[in-house]
């Protein structure tokens, strides 16, 4: 145990060195699991289990804060670290300010109209880390059935929505489901955050699979038309691993149909 104790000692020297300098105490604790008592309540902080040398960090009116070598660069847990103990900022913008992002130039297939409107509105497309291919933008018939429209999930100062560029004249309102982006992203173990919306094109096969709530007149006569012969395509707004919507275009105006849990 003592020869354990020396090695995790040694590696976390590092870390301990530059938050001593800052003139906070530091405890090693060796153990499965920890759980922590803050001035906001109790919290159990589970160690994976591994190679991985794992950092659990504490401050006063915080959450505890776990960070896992290994997953981050040491550059990136000092950073971490020192993010953590000495600033105040919103942990969930500071998680926000570290998503991937992607201009309209990385979407070769996009209109040049659309990526010249993406680029003056300072517009850029959150991505997931799990992800290797670009995402969040889309194209598909979403007013009337052959029309090419597209789709993009838009980030801008702290704010996100659906912008639409319409290939014809047959149109809903460009804007859709505007958000805040510090509430599309969650943490991931290890410290690395992740965005978890995604939009894809919904067509007729998917829009007759999902379930349906409520039977408000507008979602009824909605659904009938896109699973009819004149029926389009339609945007499903997916938030991972917690439910989706789908938003369809009929009447100038974007219905919901229902969507995934």
């Not at 010249?116 to 959150?126: I, N």
Request: hydrophobic share 40%; glycine share 10%.
């Amino acid at each position: 145990m003592d020869s354990l104790w020396q090695v995790l000692d040694s590696s976390t020297a590092e870390l301990k060195s530059v938050i001593q300098k800052r003139g906070v105490s530091t405890v090693l604790v060796v153990s499965d699991s920890l759980l922590i008592t803050t001035d906001s309540g109790a919290k159990t902080v589970i160690v994976p289990f591994g190679d991985s040398t794992s950092y659990v960090l504490v401050a006063r009116h915080r959450r505890p804060l776990a960070l896992i070598d290994g997953r981050l660069s040491r550059a990136e847990l000092l950073a971490e670290a020192d993010w953590y103990l000495f600033t105040n900022e919103d942990p969930r913008e500071h998680a926000a300010s570290k998503i991937r992002r992607l201009g309209p130039s990385a979407f070769p297939g996009l209109p040049a109209a659309f990526a010249r409107e993406l680029d003056s509105l300072g517009c850029t497309v959150p991505q997931s880390f799990f992800d290797t291919l670009p995402h969040n933008v889309i194209k598909g018939s979403f007013a009337r059935r052959g029309q090419t429209d597209w789709a993009a999930i838009c980030s801008r100062r702290g704010a996100t929505g659906i912008l639409i560029f319409w290939g014809g004249p047959s149109e809903c309102p460009r804007d859709l489901s505007p958000g805040q982006e510090k509430w599309e992203v969650e943490d991931f173990a290890g410290g690395r955050p992740f965005y978890v919306r995604f939009i894809v094109r919904k067509d007729s096969a998917g829009i007759a699979n999902i379930p349906v709530y409520g039977l408000e007149e507008e979602t009824v006569s909605a659904r009938k038309e896109a699973l009819s012969g004149r029926g389009h395509d339609g945007i499903e707004d997916i938030w991972e691993e917690k439910g989706s919507t789908v938003w369809y275009c009929t009447g100038g105006r974007w219905v919901s149909l229902g969507g995934g849990d």
